[in-house]
């Protein structure tokens, strides 16, 4: 048996210090999503914990965010202050439409502040009302 010297060692690239992971899990009684809290300024190195999924008011409605916190924030309270009827949800296409006109306002009003895009992962669940558990969770 010949000796070999041992392979040499890939170090693996440096892993992103900053992000956003949000998970969505669909089942037969609903919806449940988790994310991460960890927010943080780049410029300084500065780490706080945030709610990245917001519940619209009181509507089954949960949207998950990255990016600026407090566009994002300003989002939701926009969409809480549309009428959102359950004959809305029932038709999806008025209730998408809703969505839809916040986000663009939102992201319009972003651009001219020159401030990044912030991306929205909207996610819909009808026919039962949603509440956050302790950790983010949705639970019908």
């Known amino acids: 048996m010949r000796y070999q010297e041992p392979l040499s060692l890939v170090t693996a690239p440096e892993m992103p210090t ?3 992971v949000i998970v969505a899990l669909m ?22 914990l945030v709610r ?4 619209v008011k009181n509507h089954p409605v949960v949207i998950g965010y990255s990016g600026s916190v407090g566009s994002a924030q300003r989002t939701t309270d926009r969409l809480a202050q549309l009428n959102l009827t359950k004959n809305m ?12 006109k916040a986000f663009a306002e939102e992201y319009t009003s972003i651009r001219s502040r020159s401030h990044p895009p912030v991306m929205f992962l909207p996610n819909i669940t009808t026919g039962r009302s949603a509440r956050f558990g302790p950790r983010g969770g949705v639970h019908s």
Do not use: C, H, M, P
């Open 89 to 100: 949800f029932d038709k999806s296409d008025s209730f998408l439409a809703a969505l839809d």
């Open 18 to 20: 900053s992000g956003t």
């Open 27 to 48: 089942y037969n009684d609903g919806v449940l999503i988790g994310s991460d809290s960890q927010a943080t300024d780049t410029t300084t190195e500065v780490r706080w």
């Open 52 to 55: 990245k999924i917001e519940q």
